[in-house]
């Protein structure tokens, strides 16, 4: 990982932890992407952007002027934002935002300092609100998080303790935690038996506390997490009288089953997302072949690979080593410069493996 990446991250990082606070949000959000694809074309942009970025600092302007600078230096992958940032108004910008996704608005927010400012700040709560509206199915953003903290958790598979990519979300504990750190009670506060044995009496026969499911180095288990529990048990703490904490408790209890819906509505749209998102992979990948196919058969080679993939597909079903091999199996869009860098490697594969062919058959 680039320093460059590493500390868009951070800058990302502190800037929705400084701007929002919600009530059970202890983790740090990423602005990373797993995918190579976003990665590839991100790169150059991000640079440019960084640059510009460094020219202009110290400039001062009225705040309208200041967001209309900004957007002015958007470069990304957004061509159609690269083009409004050079001449529309703010407010058209603006527009165009709602029209985007939560997920394209976290990429902005990482092309520059300013942009990532604007993005964040609290008067921009509604555009969010509206890109998140763009997104079929989408649960309504919970009320302890605020939107652009609720786009993180949603888009950003990184782990909130140590960056790793881990897909699965603790809704409970509004974070991602990857198996390491979940089995490390140094970083992760997860609790125990003789924790919970220090609660109110109350909160053991009332359903109130957030509980997920965890998995650790040795096993699945449901845990509380400890410092929003200590929360829990500071705020109860404060209330005098028995009235008061009745009210508090069945608040509490209504808001864990609120909880506990919005966690089962997310995690079913996760799946269908990613059940999707699979769908389109396996696309990509079969009409890369398809290409692949068609220019092998321009140099002569199409009929090898079509004599690997009838052959072997008869012992191991869908899996042949054409099919297999590194420079085909990709979820991506064949190019002529793509084409150029496998080529090579592709016809000396098929060559070698015509080779042996031959001699078996002799
Ligand atoms: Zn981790």
Request: glycine content about 2%; aromatic content about 6%; proline content about 4%.
């Amino acid at each position: 990982m680039s320093m460059a990446r590493r500390s868009a991250r951070l800058q990302v990082k502190e800037a929705v932890n400084t701007s929002n606070s919600p009530q059970n949000v202890t983790a740090t959000q990423s602005l990373e992407h797993g995918e190579q694809d976003d990665e590839e074309q991100e790169e150059r942009p991000r640079k440019r952007a960084k640059r510009i970025s460094a020219e202009s600092s110290g400039k001062k302007a009225k705040k309208k002027g200041i967001a209309s600078k900004q957007l002015r230096r958007v470069r990304g992958k957004l061509g159609l934002l690269e083009r409004l940032a050079k001449d529309a108004p703010m407010e058209v910008i603006l527009e165009v935002f709602c029209h985007l996704e939560p997920r394209d608005l976290l990429r902005l927010a990482r092309t520059s300092r300013e942009l990532r400012n604007l993005l964040m700040s609290k008067t921009l709560e509604n555009i969010w609100r509206a890109a998140r509206q763009n997104v079929e199915d989408l649960p309504p953003c919970p009320h302890d998080l605020s939107e652009p903290q609720y786009a993180f958790l949603i888009y950003e598979p990184i782990c909130h303790l140590c960056d790793r990519r881990v897909e699965s979300v603790l809704w409970s504990f509004r974070m991602r935690c990857c198996q390491d750190c979940a089995s490390d009670l140094s970083k992760f506060p997860q609790y125990d038996e003789e924790f919970f044995a220090r609660l109110p009496q109350e909160f053991r026969s009332y359903d109130i506390l957030p509980r997920d499911l965890i998995l650790t180095s040795e096993r699945w288990s449901w845990t509380g997490h400890n410092e929003i529990t200590a929360r829990y048990k500071a705020e109860y703490e404060t209330l005098q009288t028995t009235e008061e904490r009745k009210t508090w408790l069945n608040r509490k209890e209504k808001e864990s089953q609120q909880s506990r819906n919005h966690r089962f509505l997310c995690a079913q749209w996760m799946c269908r997302r990613d059940i999707e998102r699979a769908r389109e992979l396996d696309k990509l990948r079969q009409q890369r072949k398809e290409d692949i196919l068609t220019r092998l058969n321009d140099i002569g080679w199409r009929e090898e690979a079509e004599i690997i993939m009838k052959s072997q597909r008869l012992i191991t079903w869908r899996k042949d080593s054409f099919a297999q091999h590194k420079s085909v199996n990709q979820p991506r869009k064949l190019t002529e410069y793509g084409w150029n860098i496998i080529k090579d490697e592709l016809v000396t594969m098929l060559s070698n493996h015509k080779e042996k062919r031959l001699q078996t058959e002799i």
